[in-house]
């Protein structure tokens, strides 16, 4: 069965220092996978996706995430993080079917 | 940029109660969702919808459970009977197509049933 496992609940950065939220899914096939950011009150907003190609893709506000077929990952990354960027992230695969399976969410505090 | 739409923002109910969420989706979009957030859960798949009837829908979608695109544009929720347990955040979303189609979120209906 499909599903996204995010391990980390709660992470705590420095502005300006770098972040990765881990993502690990579960699928039989080749996946589609996304990142979503919701900020607090708001709805979720895509921030990048992996369909296929290039396994580094490149997304919204500097966030950038890798597909690693060998670990089942999609993992989010920034080198840089700004206090703007705290949030609750999530991870979602998707594939021939018709819906999005999300992870539990990682929520960033952003230190100053 | 085009965006997907949801009213009210928040609607409180008392349980047993009917209540209706509607949505307007992205307007070149053929696909709908409703998902569910209960506070501090996953985001949580309801029911798909295509070509004017349910594509797919998942185990917490039963009986008491609706959808409807009534027009060219809307596209509702029914609860026909709220319990306290529906107490949640619905999503709207909208995609061009099914499997590898980005899903576009709407901000959200925050139902409390009391």
């Known amino acids: 069965a499909q599903s996204v496992t995010q391990p980390d609940i709660h992470i705590t950065v420095s502005e300006g220092a770098s972040l990765e939220l881990r993502c690990n899914y579960s699928?039989?096939?080749?996946?589609?996978l996304f990142w979503y950011v919701q900020s607090p009150g708001q709805g979720l907003q895509l921030l990048l996706k992996?369909?296929?190609?290039?396994?580094l893709v490149q997304g919204i506000k500097g966030f950038e995430a890798e597909f690693k077929r060998s670990q089942s990952s999609f993992n989010l990354r920034k080198p840089s993080v700004h206090w703007s960027d705290a949030a609750e992230y999530f991870c979602?695969?998707?594939?021939?079917?018709?819906?999005?399976?999300f992870g539990s969410g990682t929520k960033l505090n952003v230190k100053p | 940029e085009p965006e997907v739409t949801q009213t009210p923002s928040h609607q409180v109910t008392q349980m047993g109660q009917e209540v209706i969420l509607r949505c307007v989706p992205i307007?070149?979009?053929?696909?709908f969702y409703w998902y569910r957030q209960i506070l501090g859960q996953k985001v949580e798949f309801l029911v798909s919808?295509?070509?004017?009837?349910?594509?797919?829908k998942s185990e917490i979608f039963d009986d008491q459970f609706s959808v409807e695109r009534p027009d060219g544009s809307n596209f509702t929720l029914k609860i026909r009977s709220t319990k306290l347990e529906d107490s949640a955040m619905y999503f709207c979303?909208?995609?061009?197509?099914?499997?590898?189609?980005?899903?576009?979120f709407g901000p959200g209906t925050r139902l409390t049933v009391t």
């Open positions: 919808f295509y070509n004017n009837e349910i594509s797919e």
């Open positions: 307007s070149n979009h053929l696909y």
């Open positions: 992996y369909f296929s190609g290039d396994t």
């Open positions: 979602a695969v998707g594939g021939n079917f018709n819906k999005f399976y």
């Open positions: 979303a909208s995609s061009r197509g099914k499997g590898g189609y980005e899903q576009y």
């Open positions: 699928y039989g096939a080749t996946p589609y």
